[in-house]
């Protein structure tokens, strides 16, 4: 088994379900599934997952950017964007945050592994060049 927690971040629950169970057949360790920004956060900072697959849209009064944004204000946590609108304003928003990757909807599941791997892998290598 795999040793990368993931955080999911997704406010329709049967994508959110479908996406545990692929994660979990690929061998990552799933800590937290939630569907608003706030929670998101809560979950971040108790379990510092290794990485969180966070959707743009989300329930509640925050997005999926502004929680991101909230998040790495404390954490060092890789994030990928989940989104099925890829207009020039979300993109836009997106750079303006620390962006590690973001997966435009549907995607397959070797695209969603390929970008885990890849960025945890970056994340890692650049934790080992600061310390």
């Known amino acids: 088994m795999s040793d990368e927690n ?13 996406m545990k169970q ?5 061998d990552y360790n799933i800590v937290d599934v939630v569907d608003t920004g706030e929670k998101a956060i809560k979950s971040a900072n108790e379990l510092k997952p290794d990485l ?7 329930k509640g009064k925050m997005d999926g950017i502004e929680s991101a944004k909230q ?14 609108y890829s207009n020039d304003d979300v993109l836009n928003r997106i750079i303006k945050t620390k962006t590690y ?4 909807k549907p995607f397959e599941k070797e695209e969603m592994n ?8 970056k994340h890692k290598s650049r934790i080992e060049i600061i310390n």
Not at 52 to 58: A, F, G, H
Not at 101 to 104: A, D, E, K, S
Not at 114 to 121: L, M, Q
Request: glycine share 2%.
């Open 6 to 18: 993931i955080l999911i971040v997704e406010d329709e629950m049967i994508l959110a379900m479908s």
């Open 22 to 26: 692929e994660l979990m057949n690929l």
């Open 52 to 58: 969180i697959m966070m959707d743009i849209t989300l």
């Open 71 to 84: 998040i790495n204000e404390n954490l060092d946590i890789p994030i990928i964007y989940m989104t099925a």
């Open 101 to 104: 990757g973001y997966l435009c």
């Open 114 to 121: 390929t970008a885990i791997k890849t960025i945890i892998s």
